[in-house]
């Protein structure tokens, strides 16, 4: 899963239930700032225990390496709540609070894995993507600390990982103040 992303996103068309072959976004683009073409959209089912999992106007995007799910519309679509911990994440019924499956996660990436007591198990791994202040950081424009943390303090922006730098290499440069030009000896009429 991914809390920046926009889009669920797959690199193959044979891993959703239904497949349009006509996607109205004809690209998506990730995180290093380059584009990725959509070449088509569907939704994948996923029989759990007691329920199923959706996954609604995904786009399949073959230039992508790890197939991600957006949070935001995951947990809308399905009515759950996602809660992330060091060690994985777990996932709830936003109406009881039961939990609903618990992933753990060892990497950067929170993969999604259906227990073998599924009827129909996910045949192609899902990740969920980190997203640190950095990231955010990045993506609008630089701001301060102090606008990064009221965004997250509103829920506008979703952090699972804390900033690894507090310097910023492109703000240091850009605020670097350039001396003024020294008076010549000779004037010019």
């Known amino acids: 899963m991914d809390t920046g992303a926009t889009s669920h996103l797959t690199t193959d068309s044979g891993y959703l239930s239904s497949v349009l072959n006509k996607s109205i976004v004809r690209s998506v683009l990730v995180g290093n700032g380059n584009c990725i073409p959509v070449v088509a959209s569907g939704t994948k089912t996923t029989a759990l225990p007691n329920r199923n999992l959706y996954l609604k106007n995904a786009f399949v995007t073959p230039g992508i390496i790890k197939n991600l799910i957006f949070v935001r519309q995951f947990t809308i679509d399905n009515n759950f709540s996602v809660e992330f911990d060091p060690s994985g994440f777990s996932v709830k019924d936003l109406n009881s609070g039961t939990l609903v499956m618990r992933c753990n996660s060892s990497g950067e990436l929170y993969p999604l894995t259906i227990s073998a007591q599924s009827p129909r198990p996910v045949s192609h791994p899902l990740s969920l993507a980190v997203v640190s202040t950095d990231i955010w950081y990045s993506r609008l424009g630089h701001p301060s600390a102090a606008i990064i943390d ?39 009429i």
């Open 150 to 188: 009221s965004l997250r303090s509103q829920s506008l922006i979703n952090c699972n990982k804390e900033a690894t730098s507090k310097l910023c290499h492109s703000c240091q440069i850009s605020k670097h103040v350039q001396l003024p030009f020294y008076p010549s000896g000779s004037n010019t």
